[in-house]
């Protein structure tokens, strides 16, 4: 298949993590930080491109060294950056992280270019002839005008019959006090999508029901078509609202689990892009099922190495298991 044919496009944040190294210290005693690459929408791009397939991303980043080292780092995995605009105004978004011994952890958000990517930073043209439309951004729906953008761009993939991904990124320490708002726009993200992925914390909040089975039966009711449940070590809860199962996951020895649900998602879309129809999908549980046991595998491979898109395998490594 001609890879123009091929072409998953992630709209979201790209942004810089700076997570501090001292161990079990808050931010205000942390002195020495790492910076890396970070935005959940960047590392589902990253993992596809580094699969083999076509990526692209669509966000804002401040014209900046920070907004150069993050448009440097996708173009490296060969992630497209043609649609990704950089401000004059305002800089670079950026996130810096400790941990805790306790587990909590400290968490300073300086948000940035991301939020303010609008209606006419959108190439519609180019748009209409993505295969696959992925968002996933964990701030996109926080304010306006990214939040406008977000939803029209959303309404522009369902009317135009491009296949629609969705995953609501829940992030508590966004949200804050504002869950039910934040309940509220992942309801209507999830109602335009065809495939939608959560963790059990986010089916929960997002449905009310302890019961998942319970919880994916709502999330089709609001129109989600396929449902991919991460379970961690589990494996995955697959539904396509006829037929369910638990896809299992492989052994490994877990050190950094970060960006191991954007591997999931990236190697999911991958496989989904690559199919001659995409729509077949929807009623073929069997191939839905090696499409998840795939990334589960991916997904479980990031956990075994540090750091989100330099951890990603790519088909060499995927060949070794």
Not at 18 to 46: M, R, Y
Not at 119 to 145: C, M, Q, V, W, Y
Not at 159 to 174: A, H, Q, T
Request: glycine letters at 8%; hydrophobic letters at 45%; charged letters at 20%.
């Amino acid at each position: 298949m001609n890879k123009a044919y091929r072409s998953v496009m992630c709209v979201g944040e790209l942004l810089i993590d700076f997570f501090c190294t001292d161990i079990d210290v808050n931010l205000k005693e942390g002195n020495h930080f790492l910076k890396k690459a970070g935005g959940a929408p960047a590392n589902v791009a990253a993992a596809i491109s580094k699969l083999g397939g076509v990526a692209s991303l669509i966000g804002k980043v401040g014209n900046d060294p920070f907004g150069s080292f993050l448009i440097e780092t996708l173009n490296e995995v060969g992630v497209d950056t043609s649609m990704v605009v950089t401000d004059d105004l305002a800089p670079t978004t950026l996130a810096f992280v400790s941990l805790q011994a306790d587990g909590e952890r400290d968490f300073v958000f300086n948000r940035g270019a991301d939020q303010h990517l609008a209606d006419e930073n959108l190439n519609l043209d180019r748009l209409s002839r993505a295969k696959i439309l992925h968002f996933g951004s964990a701030t996109a729906l926080l304010d306006n005008p990214f939040k406008t953008t977000y939803f029209n761009a959303m309404n522009f993939a369902q009317n135009s019959g491009i296949f629609l991904s969705f995953d609501p990124n829940f992030r508590k320490d966004l949200w804050k006090n504002r869950i039910e708002e934040f309940i509220s726009l992942a309801r209507k993200g999830i109602s335009m999508a065809d495939f939608v992925k959560v963790s059990e914390e986010e089916l929960e909040l997002i449905t009310g029901k302890m019961d998942k089975y319970e919880g994916i039966e709502k999330l089709h009711h609001l129109g989600a078509k396929i449902v991919a449940v991460t379970l961690g070590s589990e494996g995955t809860l697959l539904s396509n609202g006829n037929d369910v199962g638990v896809i299992n996951s492989i052994e490994i020895n877990s050190i950094d689990s970060t960006g191991a649900g954007d591997a999931f998602v990236g190697a999911a879309l991958y496989q989904f892009a690559n199919l001659e129809s995409i729509n077949t999908i929807l009623n073929d549980f069997s191939k839905l099922k090696e499409i998840i046991l795939f990334a589960n595998k991916v997904g479980a491979l990031v956990c075994t190495r540090v750091g989100a898109i330099s951890s990603l395998p790519n088909e060499e490594d995927l060949l070794k298991i």
